[in-house]
């Protein structure tokens, strides 16, 4: 079953920017994920309750994650794409605090995956 709704996937240009959404509320730890074909599922982007946020090398000072409490929606903007940034997007949650490295196995809820796909 998807557990987690997520919106805002679409193709963009390299140098482009996307917004991905995430219904979600109630949970104290947050997570973008994502997955590119043949590739092993990457940790993006995390978020506790109390607004701490920890990034992959990869996408630091490009993506921001953010929270909408008052609406129950996490963000994940993405600034400065590259088609190294193309992949299947996932949204992961779980009402345990977040560990000291973002691991999937941590996160007993999911989305269903959104596609990302930057053109050079």
């Known amino acids: 079953q998807v557990q987690l709704v997520e919106s805002g996937g679409g193709s963009v240009q390299a140098g482009g920017s996307l917004r991905l959404s995430c219904a979600a509320s109630?949970?104290?730890?947050m997570a973008w994920f994502r997955q590119a074909p043949g590739k092993a599922r990457e940790g993006v982007a995390r978020?506790?309750?109390?607004?701490?946020?920890s990034y992959a090398d990869s996408v630091k000072g490009r993506f921001t994650i953010s929270k909408d409490n008052a609406k129950n929606i996490l963000y994940l903007q993405m600034n400065s794409l590259t088609p190294e940034d193309t992949a299947m997007y996932y949204c992961?949650?779980?009402?345990?605090?977040?560990?000291?490295?973002?691991?999937?196995?941590?996160?007993?809820?999911w989305g269903q995956g959104t596609q990302v796909t930057v053109s050079s």
């Open positions: 992961a949650a779980d009402q345990r605090s977040c560990q000291k490295t973002n691991v999937a196995q941590q996160y007993n809820y």
């Open positions: 109630g949970y104290t730890c």
């Open positions: 978020i506790d309750s109390d607004g701490w946020t």
